[in-house]
């Protein structure tokens, strides 16, 4: 399964590649997707801000037609809002977070963005060799 769905984004844009290779080249340039921090804000139990990345990086993905990764990323706001709902809402840390709680999460979301930024990568180069 591809991890990017090149027609149907480049739909939302009525076939202009050139407004997608300057979304690919804001994607691939974003801070959202430091894992380090997103893994040290879990530990640190700041589930308000793990789940804004979270969300970040559903919508981005989705625009440019990563829909495998937004899946993965919804999934994970989505648990951490219906858990924790209180903490999103003030900011407020939890400590309730067990030591790994969602790292599996994390770590498929790593996995599923870095197939998708080397997909959106060739799809880059694809685009620019054709002009």
Known sequence: MSAIDYEEAL???DGDEEIYLELIDTFLD???AD???LRGELAAGDVKQVAFRAHKMKG???TLG???LAGIAGALETALRERFPEEILSARKTGALKPGEYCAN???LERVYD???AELRSIKVAIQ???
């Open 35 to 37: 894992f380090g921090a």
């Open 60 to 62: 981005a993905s989705l």
């Open 129 to 131: 060799t054709r002009r």
């Open 66 to 68: 990563g829909n495998k």
């Open 115 to 117: 197939e998708t930024v």
């Open 11 to 13: 739909g939302r844009f």
């Open 106 to 108: 994390v770590d498929e």
């Open 30 to 32: 974003s801070p959202i």
